[in-house]
């Protein structure tokens, strides 16, 4: 797997403006606005500092994928993305070692909607593959 690279850190915070604010005046830039996503019911934005990104997402309503997640950790890094030029054997290969697919791959909006599959592992808890354009 020496084709993942990190694409960003994945943040959850219950409002994504304040949340917006308070990470750009630790000297986070905003690099992309707000964005819905309607199948995961979440609004997402991405800020970057000094090489690194995060991923701000919030839940919409209480059906959002993450809504119970907000509810049990609070605001928090929750996901390590990691890109990947090799999706599908990257996929089948994480699913082998032990990685347990929550969802399937499906098209992400806030990331010019390639596709992207979360996996939780009993050793790591949840990370994201996202397909290399």
Known sequence: MN????HHIGY???KINAAVKEFEHLGFTL???????DYRKIDICFLEKDGYTIEL?????DTS???SLLKKYKNS????CYESEHFEEDFARL???????????TPAPAINSLPVV???SPKLGMIELLKKP
Request: proline fraction near 8%.
């Open 77 to 80: 890094p929750y996901h390590i």
């Open 31 to 37: 690099t992309q606005d707000i964005t819905y996503d």
């Open 118 to 120: 979360f996996l939780i």
């Open 65 to 67: 994928v993450v809504a």
């Open 95 to 105: 699913q082998k070692e032990g990685y347990t697919a929550i969802d399937l791959p």
């Open 57 to 61: 997402v919030s839940p919409t309503d």
């Open 12 to 14: 959850l915070v219950k």
């Open 3 to 6: 084709t993942l690279k990190i």
